[in-house]
């Protein structure tokens, strides 16, 4: 028990030091005021990004498609929590691609959010809104179909918060250093990806005993020459499979993907392919 906390504490702080702003941040403090109160941007990828900020640095940033703000369509809601010392924008392409394919991302502030309260708090926001006459998301939501995520830390609260919340429908943890104990507690379909140059999780240690403990549905996979921040830098290889992902359990699509001979087995960027019980 020791040795593993011992290693666990370690990746956390490690990976402290791999997060560093970038340009990102820059384009949030570029927002306009919107018509709903808030501040946002939208992008190049016809995804709205807005905030809801209890204090400057506390609170919560959403991503949906901009076609949301016209439509009477309910949407699937997927949570995020960051990496350690980690903020939104850090992930802000990844997650503005995983909106883009027809969800509401929600991206808690909460800097240390390994044990999946804050990412808990995150879904009970987002659904409070749903029932707000006041908010661009009344009557928007799908709050039947929630799915979590997140980095690092934050693939570490995604499988804490999977355990101590029954909305959630399915996890994708990236480069989580979730302990084996946890993830033989799942019991959602689970990915646990991983980069396999990883240093900071490293994945032989982590993300496969994870995987190999875990007795609900899931899949392991290691982006090839992917290193802990590959997330950040080359966020496309993980948002095609985490899109995915989520269609085969938020919105009922396919698994085939997921199955032995399926599309990520079949992937050159990807390597070491394993699932389970799909």
């Keep these: 028990m020791k040795k593993e906390l011992k290693k666990r504490i370690i990746a956390v ?7 560093v702003p970038t340009a990102a941040s820059a384009v949030i403090a570029n927002a306009e005021q919107s018509p709903y109160g ?7 990828n016809g995804v709205v990004c807005t905030a809801n900020m209890s204090t400057l640095n506390k609170g919560n940033m959403m991503w949906f498609p901009e076609s949301m ?3 009477d369509q309910e949407l699937p809601v997927i949570v995020w929590a960051n990496g350690t010392m980690c903020a939104p924008a850090m992930y802000y392409e990844f ?11 929600v991206a808690n502030t ?3 959010a390994g044990n ?10 987002i659904l409070a809104e749903d029932n707000d006459p006041a908010s661009v998301f009344y009557g928007k939501i799908d709050e039947d179909h929630v799915g979590v995520m997140g980095h690092s830390q934050g693939g570490m609260s995604s499988v804490n918060c999977a355990n101590l919340d029954d ?32 240093l900071i999780v490293p994945s032989w240690l982590y ?29 496309s290889v993980y948002s095609k499979y985490a899109v995915k992902w989520f269609d085969a359990y938020l919105k009922n699509g396919s698994k085939q993907a997921f199955r032995y001979g399926g599309e990520l087995f079949n992937d050159p960027a990807w390597s070491n392919v394993a699932s389970k019980r799909i």
């Design 207 to 235: 993300v496969k005993p994870a995987y190999n403990a875990c007795k609900a549905p899931a899949v392991y996979a290691n982006v090839r020459s992917g290193i802990h921040t590959t997330v950040c830098s080359d966020p």
């Design 13 to 19: 702080f490690a990976a402290a030091f791999m997060c």
């Design 116 to 125: 999946g309260q804050e990412q808990k708090g995150s879904i009970d926001f």
């Design 69 to 71: 703000l016209t439509s």
């Design 95 to 105: 997650l503005s691609q995983v909106a883009a394919e027809g969800y509401i991302v």
């Design 167 to 198: 909305r959630v429908d399915c996890v994708f943890s990236i480069a989580g250093n979730s302990s084996r104990s946890s993830a033989a507690d799942l019991s959602v379909p689970t990915f646990f990806a991983t980069g396999d140059r990883d």
């Design 110 to 112: 909460e800097l240390f």
């Design 38 to 44: 808030s501040y946002y941007v939208t992008d190049e």
